[in-house]
């Protein structure tokens, strides 16, 4: 069984179920691509993994507004990395999808899966 993600609205904590809210083919990519960057999902190089693994170009304000889009749904979180020298002593804001949005990642596969289950039965049917 699946749990409901948990969103922060306005300081507050509201339940949301699954079907109360979709995703756009773009938050999905990102959210996809933060957890395969593991833990140095940064901005950039989410944008560039999204380049590499997706074949299509996208700008880091896009990227930008998706991450803050997904963080404000309770599906990613953030912090901010050490200090570094090599990049003069700023910090990376790093992404990880929380166990929500690990929840709705298995909740859409699992409604994916049975509507390609359902389209594999009908082509099969049709020869």
């Not at 948990?6 to 995703?23: C, E, P, Q, Y």
């Not at 880091?60 to 889009?69: A, F, I, K």
């Not at 990395?81 to 929380?98: D, I, N, Q, V």
């Amino acid at each position: 069984m699946l749990l409901r993600p948990n969103s922060v609205v306005a300081g507050r904590i509201k339940k949301l179920k699954f079907k109360d809210f979709t995703l756009g083919e773009l938050e999905e990519v990102v959210l996809l691509t933060t957890l395969h960057c593991g833990d140095d999902a940064y901005l950039r190089f989410i944008g560039k993994s999204i380049t590499k693994l997706f074949e299509r170009k996208i700008s880091e304000g896009s990227v930008h507004m998706t991450l803050s889009r997904l963080e404000k749904k309770g599906l990613l979180e953030s912090h901010y990395s050490s200090p570094t020298k090599m990049r003069g002593g700023r910090r990376k804001r790093l992404f990880k999808a929380t166990n929500s949005g690990l929840q709705y990642l298995d909740f859409v596969l699992e409604r994916k899966l049975i509507i390609w289950e359902k389209l594999k039965r009908l082509k099969d049917e049709s020869k």
